[in-house]
């Protein structure tokens, strides 16, 4: 016991020190991994090696890989440029885009961490472009993802169903799918009205025209933030303008014309849908894929991808994979174990059930979604087959509680997103996922145990 509670001891004294010090949390939590195997577990550093995520650490270098190359030779301007062109513009209405993109990919069967490789690192340049919050737009990606984590013929949402029917329980997919799109959905007008997405939407509202016209329709002609649209024989719709900053803005020359579309933007392109369909379709490992895919690229056009190996987020890499290998210690050693134990001996259904949510909420926000689902539900079974607790509340709780968390820096799709902030916005982004992400492991083990309560009447 004294073990697992000097374990938690050491998580907390690392982040403590990430704080205080602005030090690489990763690298701080990979000193304490070493000084738990090797002064106090006894049983050598080769166990903390064992703990690594080479999953994780190789999927956000092939990603970033690939998405550098596709962003150094244009490819990501140009698919930016065409998401502005397909919503005329409107930067309050990107998000939800982003949003809608994720969740229905999702819903479809593909894995979250698989959607959002491909979609933050264009969601994160159309948001740099156009002036979104990195962190609403980031967080509207993330849990677009996870609207579609509990799809039947999802991943997740197998695993769920499947557990609880080896188990002798009758399980509700789509009560079960529903609930978590419902939640998610929930989560996401909160997050639009909390980074930015507001303020997006009353500016346009006060612009007279957008940026970004649609095909066929009169440019538009910007000063500053405003822009003013102007008939083909460029006078302006509203009123003349008196000044001649007024008048050359209402003469000027036409809005953003679309970005030219070569070889090399078509090659890598094509590399990248094919690697998403490939991942998602022959469920082959998506860091694997991105890294191959990079390689042929840098092979085939070496003189478009170079300078691109520089755009790896090695920081972010450093952060995620210390974090995520103590982590995996902790399970290894048992210290997970402990505390779902500790939480099936309470006498009441109602704190059990709570605990077990909680549990689900602080691991998987460090680590893998499908492998702490993967834990709980068998760990929650003897609980769930007393039939003091609804069987699909409990489920739904325990989806919920262990996936909004992947919204922290530290979780696989975090990770990736934030690889995939701009580097001058990378440190506020990190801030407010952190920020977020703590408000979800607090907030989720609560208010889903609305759920669960209707079993307990």
Not at 79 to 92: E, M, N, P, Q, Y
Not at 292 to 305: D, E, R, Y
């Amino acid at each position: 016991m004294q073990v697992h509670l000097l374990a938690i001891a050491v998580l907390a004294l690392a982040f403590l020190l990430g704080a205080l010090r602005g030090i690489n949390l990763g690298a701080v939590a990979l000193v304490g991994g070493g000084a738990m195997v090797l002064l106090v577990t006894g049983k050598g550093v080769d166990e903390l090696y064992a703990a690594f995520p080479a999953d994780l650490f190789v999927l956000l270098i092939g990603v970033t890989f690939l998405f550098g190359i596709a962003a150094v030779n244009g490819t990501i301007e140009w698919v930016v440029d065409v998401l502005s062109r397909s919503v005329r513009g409107r930067a309050s209405v990107m998000p939800w885009l982003l949003f809608l993109i994720a969740g229905v990919v999702t819903s479809l069967g593909a894995l979250a961490p698989v959607v959002v490789g491909l979609v933050a690192p264009i969601g994160m340049r159309l948001a740099k472009k156009h002036g979104i919050s990195p962190r609403l737009a980031g967080l509207m990606i993330l849990h677009g993802a996870c609207c579609g984590n509990f799809s039947p013929v999802n991943l997740l949402g197998a695993t769920v169903n499947s557990t609880l029917e080896r188990g002798g329980l009758d399980p509700s997919p789509i009560a079960l799918f529903l609930a978590n799109i419902g939640y998610n959905v929930l989560l996401s007008v909160v997050i639009y009205c909390s980074f930015g997405g507001l303020k997006l939407w009353r500016a346009e509202r006060d612009t007279p025209a957008l940026a970004f016209p649609a095909v066929g329709q009169p440019a538009v002609a910007t000063v500053g933030a405003a822009a003013i649209a102007t008939e083909p024989g460029g006078t302006s719709g509203g009123p003349a303008p008196t000044s001649a900053a007024g008048s050359e803005a209402a003469a000027g020359p036409p809005g953003p014309q679309p970005l030219g579309f070569d070889r090399i933007k078509g090659l890598t392109l094509a590399v990248i849908v094919v690697v998403g369909v490939i991942a998602m379709v022959g469920k082959v490992d998506l860091g694997i894929l991105a890294l191959s895919a990079a390689v042929i690229l840098m092979v085939v056009a070496p003189k478009s991808s170079a300078g691109a190996a520089k755009r790896i987020a090695w920081d972010v890499v450093l952060l995620i994979c210390g974090v995520v290998t103590y982590v995996g210690l902790l399970n290894e050693i048992g210290t997970i174990k402990f505390i779902g134990d500790a939480a099936n001996s309470l006498g009441s259904p109602l704190a059990t059930a709570f605990l077990i949510c909680l549990i689900g909420a602080v691991v998987s926000a460090f680590a893998s979604s499908a492998g702490i689902i993967a834990v709980l539900i068998p760990l929650a079974m003897p609980f769930l087959l007393s039939g003091q607790i609804s069987v699909t509340g409990m489920a739904i709780a325990v989806a919920i509680s262990a996936t909004v968390v992947d919204s922290t820096p530290f979780s696989t799709i975090g990770a990736v997103v934030l690889s995939n902030a701009d580097a001058e916005d990378r440190d506020y982004t990190y801030r407010g996922f952190l920020s977020w992400g703590a408000l979800m492991v607090v907030t989720a083990p609560v208010l889903t145990m609305a759920f669960v309560l209707p079993g307990l009447l």
